[in-house]
């Protein structure tokens, strides 16, 4: 009982334990995987930041959905635009390299970018995003 309690405890061994759990059992453990929203002014800026993502191997999928409004306060003042959304399954591990990534790469001040885990889903997707995304 100790032991159990010391490794989950630790986040590193809990995270080891987690893994070898689901491999053993083959199920799916929620959280592994999540999806990022990146907004993007334009479809070409959307389909070269999607490309880099790609190109880097941070992501198995990269949806462009079509031109949408929105609405926000910027430095002060309710602003109006459109803007495309990149949809981007990845691990979630791959999140913060991911979001320093297109931070780097991207033309907005303090871009948009928000990850949700994935609870659950098709177990043979989330196995091939976890195949078409290196750990490492």
Not at 3 to 24: C, D, K, W
Not at 49 to 70: C, E, F, T, W
Request: charged share 20%; aromatic share 6%.
């Amino acid at each position: 009982e100790v032991l159990a309690l010391l490794v989950l405890m630790s986040p590193l061994l809990r995270g080891l334990a987690v893994q070898l759990h689901s491999a053993l059992t083959g199920s799916y453990v929620p959280g592994t995987h999540s999806i990022a929203l990146i907004a993007c002014l334009d479809q070409p800026t959307a389909r070269d930041i999607a490309r880099a993502i790609m190109d880097k191997k941070l992501a198995a999928y990269v949806n462009i959905l079509p031109k949408s409004s929105a609405l926000y306060f910027w430095k002060g003042e309710l602003e109006e635009s459109t803007e495309i959304l990149l949809l981007v399954k990845t691990r979630t591990s791959k999140i913060g390299e991911l979001s320093n990534y297109v931070r780097s790469i991207h033309p907005f001040e303090i871009p948009e970018i928000i990850s949700l885990p994935i609870d659950q889903g098709n177990p043979l997707y989330l196995r091939w995003i976890a195949e078409n995304v290196p750990r490492v």
